[in-house]
T-cell receptor, first 113, second 114 residues
Framework: AQSVTQPDIHITVSEGASLELRCNYSYGATPYLFWYVQSPGQGLQLLLKYFSGDTLVQGIKGFEAEFKRSQSSFNLRKPSVHWSDAAEYFCAVGDQAGTALIFGKGTTLSVSS | GAVVSQHPSRVICKSGTSVKIECRSLDFQATTMFWYRQFPKKSLMLMATSNEGSKATYEQGVEKDKFLINHASLTLSTLTVTSAHPEDSSFYIC??????????FGEGSWLTVV
């Protein structure tokens, strides 16, 4: 079955420290992969996406993600976290750009000072 | 850039009444839109696929008669929660693909049934 797993429910990172949020997927076809961020009570904002090509994808707000087919992973990284990055992060997968997405359960990021 | 707008952003309704949520693509046409539901501190679950000019496709377990979806034009899909009950209280969010490699999400709608 198609699924997305975000193993970490909650992560706390010190401000200025590096961040990695894990995402693993199970998908029969070539996946289209996304990372979204959601602030409390708000909608979703797209951080980055991967369809094909370079497996290291740059996104907004200094985020990047690396697609590793052999590990079925699409981990999100940021070299230096800011307090404003505290939010809920969702990894999602689809089989083409125009289809519905399957979301992971999300990872809550807290940033400590 | 392309934007998907939802209205209302927040709505409170009495138990037993119906409430309509609109999802509009503002500067592109969307023959397909998707409706998701998000429970507090939970992930987004696909409810249904809204198809312009035809019936919506519902996911397993979603009550078609309770969650009425109408995609009357290429820029508007509506979700009507009929005979709402407190357990229908949730965050509802729509998305629309642009036809390219982009999917846009609406801002979401908070429904509270009292």
């Amino acid at each position: 079955a198609q699924s997305v797993t975000q193993p970490d429910i909650h992560i706390t990172v010190s401000e200025g420290a590096s961040l990695e949020l894990r995402c693993n997927y199970s998908y029969g076809a070539t996946p289209y992969l996304f990372w979204y961020v959601q602030s409390p009570g708000q909608g979703l904002q797209l951080l980055l996406k991967y369809f094909s090509g370079d497996t290291l994808v740059q996104g907004i707000k200094g985020f990047e993600a690396e697609f590793k087919r052999s590990q079925s992973s699409f981990n999100l990284r940021k070299p230096s976290v800011h307090w404003s990055d505290a939010a809920e992060y969702f990894c999602a997968v689809g089989d083409q750009a125009g289809t519905a997405l399957i979301f992971g359960k999300g990872t809550t990021l807290s940033v400590s000072s | 850039g392309a934007v998907v707008s939802q209205h209302p952003s927040r709505v409170i309704c009495k138990s037993g009444t119906s409430v309509k949520i609109e999802c509009r693509s503002l500067d592109f046409q969307a023959t397909t839109m998707f409706w998701y539901r998000q429970f507090p501190k939970k992930s987004l679950m696909l409810m249904a696929t809204s198809n312009e000019g035809s019936k919506a496709t519902y996911e397993q377990g979603v009550e078609k008669d309770k969650f009425l979806i109408n995609h009357a034009s290429l820029t508007l899909s509506t979700l009507t929660v009929t005979s709402a009950h407190p357990e229908d209280s949730s965050f509802y969010i729509c998305s629309a693909p642009t036809g390219g490699n982009t999917i846009y999400f609406g801002e979401g709608s908070w429904l509270t049934v009292v």
